[in-house]
């Protein structure tokens, strides 16, 4: 899980920011929104808000570039340099995989442009429930500053033949010799990076679910097709057939599934309306469908303990199915998987009832620069908001920055010269 990640350089966030999934003691209310690990009380879900365009899907984008540097990729852009994008962009993320190992706390500094890593830090980190916490550097390496520290040892003279395209874990034999005593470090991070599941619900992301009645376990495939019917009460049943159904003269009106259609078996997952048995892909509408895409992934996260992270969450759903699936990851009886989405629309959650204060980030942009602010991050005695409060209403008048409030009448007006 993670507790935090903070960055500075990245796209619009020209300043340091922060996402923290760290909980605040303090708080006595939807206690089950959190849960301890190693002496860290960490959040089970954080939703992002902000209007359109103002940077909350380039964070679901950090995502995917953190997942893809974590995996061993080279050559990540994380800029465009079409806004004046910084060059370097510092990262940190703190996670810990529930397995045994305890926190781990990994900072780098990379050069967008060059796509080389000009700092590493991998820290061990033991939290205590009074004091500071105890930090134990791993790994620390600076190109500029000829500087390579593993475990107190140095190994600066080996920095000219390392290449810096990669983290170092993966620039170095970790199997054996003497980089061996990093091989934790590169399991952790690769553990890190597979339980990273990131989907866009404008996309269809329905390859996973299909994969699953193939050659998915039984319990997997009973726990979409329950999952289904409890969301949309007319089906029946949800499943998939040897035999493509016929959908004569029907096609899939999504363009984002056309492709699908080409290239896979899509028109075998077919759904149950009492006794009438259709191709999923053609009659179920598109809020269905993306329910039948996202099961299969809640279902990855919530028995493997993977974070979620979805883009546009309220995108095509009904808003009470959007909260039953935070309220699925803030429930107590999930213990390791945790849910990161953006949205629009803020009767998804309210601090009175679903989600805590530190839960709920907003995204303000004014020009070319996006601030990420959390909404406990101001005291009710310099104007925040106290938990139950009426946050919609507070939202709408533009206590967390920019609403748009559009008006079309002279657009129309012109229409009718």
Not at 220 to 241: E, G, R
Not at 335 to 352: E, I, N, P, R, S
Not at 365 to 394: F, P, Q, W
Request: net charge positive; with cysteine; charged share 25%.
């Amino acid at each position: 899980m993670i507790s935090e990640i903070k960055f500075n350089g990245y796209r619009f966030f020209s300043n340091d920011s922060m996402i923290s999934f760290v909980a605040d003691r303090r708080t006595k209310k939807l206690l089950s929104n959190s849960v301890l690990i190693d002496n860290r009380q960490v959040l089970k879900s954080v939703a992002i808000y902000g209007g359109n365009n103002s940077g909350k899907t380039n964070l679901i984008v950090l995502m995917k570039k953190i997942k893809m540097i974590l995996s061993g990729r080279d050559n990540v852009a994380f800029n465009s340099r079409i806004f004046n994008d910084s060059a370097v962009i510092d990262l940190s993320i703190t996670f810990n995989n529930r397995d045994g190992l305890g926190w781990f706390k990994y900072e780098f500094e990379y050069d967008n442009y060059k796509k080389e890593f000009l700092k590493e830090k991998f820290s061990k980190i033991t939290y205590y429930d009074v004091g500071y916490p105890n930090e134990n550097v791993v790994l620390e390496l600076d190109r500029a500053g000829k500087k390579l520290l593993v475990y107190d040892q140095d190994k600066s003279s080996l920095l000219n033949v390392i290449i810096g395209q990669k983290p170092f874990v993966y620039s170095v034999r970790i199997e054996d010799g003497e980089f061996s005593i990093l091989k934790e470090f590169k399991e952790s991070i690769e553990k890190l990076s597979n339980s990273l599941t990131i989907i866009d619900l404008n996309n269809f992301p329905f390859d996973n679910t299909l994969e699953t009645f193939k050659n998915g376990t039984i319990e997997k495939q009973k726990f979409i097709t329950s999952f289904v019917k409890h969301a949309d009460l007319s089906i029946t049943n949800f499943s998939y057939f040897q035999t493509q159904l016929s959908s004569e003269n029907e096609k899939i009106s999504e363009k984002a599934l056309r492709d699908f259609e080409k290239v896979t078996d899509a028109f075998k997952m077919v759904t149950a309306y009492n006794k009438t048995i259709v191709p999923s892909m053609i009659f179920d509408s598109a809020g269905t469908k993306k329910i039948e895409a996202i099961a299969s992934y809640i279902y990855d996260a919530l028995s493997e303990g993977k974070t979620l992270i979805i883009d546009e969450m309220d995108n095509g759903l009904h808003f009470k199915l959007s909260r039953a699936i935070v309220s699925l990851f803030n429930n107590i009886a999930n213990k390791k998987a945790q849910l990161l989405f953006t949205a629009h629309d803020l009767l998804l959650v309210d601090c009175g009832n679903l989600m805590r204060k530190e839960q709920i980030y907003f995204v303000e942009r004014t020009k070319e620069k996006a601030k990420l602010y959390c909404l406990s991050s101001s005291t009710v005695a310099t104007g925040g908001i106290r938990e139950g409060d009426e946050l919609i209403k507070r939202y709408y008048r533009g206590d967390f920055g920019y609403v748009p409030s559009p008006s079309f009448i002279g657009e129309l007006l012109s229409l009718s010269k």
